[in-house]
């Protein structure tokens, strides 16, 4: 046999082992297709890198002005921004944390065991919603109304403030990990879909502590905004509560 058919005979043997070596990129969610957001990478500590994008959002607030006193009451106790003092206004707000990414990876040589590790990791971080409700127990440009108004923009303001923190923060908890697997330090796994679910449990041990901070931050500063001195300093700007 020559040494031409040698090597074919050889690459045609080896062809199937190479095949298992690569696996396509999966996708976990169809926001990778959109060219949005945040870009910055993760360092490992061989100084390699592997991207991250950051999804935030903080939309402009929507104004109601058509629900009552007793409305928007019974809206703050089924689990918006509970007020403790009564006023005339409430703001809602509904905000979330996840990630998304493909999980690249190759079977080892002769073993059940797999090397994988994230690529084009998403971090999402963004306000679904912000609603503001004041009462229409009184004309726009009435001063009850406007007080309630200012009153309540007051906690979208709030709301902005702290979101921008903790979007540093949350950039600085990925940056600072050294658990996620990145292709310099893969993870090696047994079965291919128990390991995603691991790489998702790693991303979330970095990001959930971080968004109950900044819940716990956003109820602490919310909540020093509605005491009974501002409500009563509101209350004495207008005459007809």
Known sequence: MSNKHFTILIALILLPFFGWMVYDSHVTNELFQADKG????????????????????????????????????????????????????LT?????????????????????????????????????????????????DSCEYKETLV??????????????????????????????PLPSHPMVVKNWDEGKDQIGTILSAVTDPVFDQFKNAMATEQGKLDTPENYAGLRQRCQHW
């Open 92 to 140: 809602q707000a509904g905000y979330k944390i996840g990630t998304l990414y493909n999980v690249n990876g190759s079977k080892k040589w002769f073993k059940d065991e797999y090397s994988i590790w994230v690529e084009n990791l998403k971090v999402e971080f963004k306000y679904d919603t912000l609603t503001v409700y004041v009462t229409n127990a009184y004309p726009e």
């Open 151 to 180: 009153h309540e923009n007051q906690h979208v303001a709030i709301h902005k403030d702290i979101y921008t923190q903790y979007q540093k923060i949350l950039e600085k908890a990925l940056a600072d990990s050294r658990t996620i």
């Open 38 to 89: 945040n870009r910055d990478v993760l360092l490992d500590s061989t100084g390699a890198m592997a991207q991250v994008q950051y999804l935030f959002q903080f939309p402009d607030p929507i104004l109601s002005h058509g629900l009552s006193t007793a409305q928007i009451g019974a809206l703050s106790q089924s689990g918006g921004e509970n007020e403790h003092y009564h006023v005339y206004g």
